[in-house]
């Protein structure tokens, strides 16, 4: 496969900014919550200003505001407006189709990322630069779906425009639900940024609240008190949770923690980002694990690489199924997947979109 002639001639998104402020009709965005405020802000440091923020009916709430507006419900942006011009402010990007044939709609407008304020598209330069990387890659996956997964996200990212995505997504999946695997009630999780205990909710969804045992890492300490009110708050019993990170060592790190959505180890220390210090450690040696883990979950940007090779003895020996975010940037797609067959070739690895937008891009593993 040529990676790079794939990518030739792209059909190219003009900049969001430049498109909306070509545009006359009021500007509308469907959704309110923490991804919504992540495009509300590059909106506003472009000078583009919402008129108004809508969520489907059923999610209507008199009380709900953003960024100091009333929420308003879907009927009642239909009674307001004649047209509209909708940008996505939701991560079920998959929907796009749906906005626009809707009648009041006239346009639908979307960053193709949205998480860790990485807006800007990546350069067929730099593709090039690292295409040994990418093909190999290529050649690591095990199916064709997988394959023409990854040549979807590089077209997104090359291009800005979504529907490449659009075009390969099936169905919404999950980190313990897919084509790859269903978790069981056998499992042990290890949690890898439990936040607030977001994924462990999904987890317990999924296998019926039965399990064998979770560890869960959380580096920010405010993060981690909600986890910690969650865990109390349903009287979950069989959790181990550390206020620490995953790392290749044991030392002290930088951590930003600004959102759920941007927080991240800091890789340079001289980032001008506000910062704390965090305590890290290798996953293998982290906890007295008594059973052998069975899944391992990772969704953050930065750091996954050293997770992983802390993680070592844990993938040789116990062999979880992996889930791991790999679509925030071209980095962790190119690295990752490698980096797990160096460590354990018995692995088999898969690419899938979870949703259908670029930054829900996870790579799957089994043995």
Not at 14 to 22: V, W
Not at 112 to 129: A, H, R
Not at 274 to 300: A, C
Not at 351 to 367: A, E
Request: aromatic fraction near 12%.
């Amino acid at each position: 496969m040529d990676i790079l002639k794939e990518l030739e001639n792209l059909q190219e998104k003009e900049n969001l900014e430049i498109q909306l402020k070509k545009e006359i009709l009021p500007l509308v965005m469907w959704g309110a919550g923490e991804l919504a405020g992540e495009i509300n802000e590059y909106l506003k440091m472009n000078n583009i200003f919402l008129a108004d923020i809508f969520v489907d009916d059923e999610y209507y709430s008199e009380e709900e505001m953003f960024d100091g507006k009333q929420v308003i419900s879907f009927s009642m942006l239909v009674k307001k407006y004649k047209q509209v011009n909708l940008i996505m402010g939701s991560s079920n990007y998959e929907k796009i189709d749906f906005w626009e044939k809707k009648e009041i709609v006239n346009k639908v407008f979307y960053l193709f990322s949205v998480n860790y304020g990485l807006y800007e598209k990546t350069s067929i330069d730099e593709i090039e630069k690292n295409i040994e990387d990418f093909k190999t890659v290529y050649d690591l996956l095990e199916d064709d779906k997988s394959r023409n997964v990854l040549l979807a996200y590089l077209k997104t990212r090359v291009s800005g425009n979504n529907s490449y995505i659009t075009d390969v997504y099936e169905k919404e999946g999950n980190f313990f639900n897919n084509d790859i695997f269903r978790i069981h009630q056998q499992e042990m999780l290890l949690d890898i940024g439990a936040f607030d205990g977001d994924t462990i909710r999904l987890f317990l969804k999924e296998n019926d609240e039965k399990y064998i045992h979770i560890y869960a890492l959380e580096p920010d300490m405010e993060s981690k008190k909600r986890l910690e009110k969650y865990i109390e708050a349903i009287q979950l019993t069989k959790i181990t949770t550390t206020h620490m990170g995953a790392w290749d060592k044991k030392k002290e790190l930088y951590f930003t923690a600004v959102s759920e959505q941007i927080s991240s180890v800091v890789v340079n220390e001289n980032e001008s980002k506000e910062k704390v210090s965090i305590k890290v450690n290798q996953l293998d040696d982290l906890f007295d694990y008594e059973d052998k883990v069975t899944i391992l979950k990772i969704n953050y940007l930065e750091g996954v690489k050293e997770a992983l090779r802390g993680a070592e003895y844990i993938l040789k020996h116990h062999k979880p199924k992996l889930a791991i975010t790999v679509g925030f940037d071209c980095k962790n797609i190119r690295n990752i997947p490698i980096l797990i067959k160096e460590i354990n070739p018995e692995y088999k690895l898969f690419l899938r979109f979870n949703r259908g937008m670029i930054s829900s891009l996870t790579c799957y593993g089994i043995v």
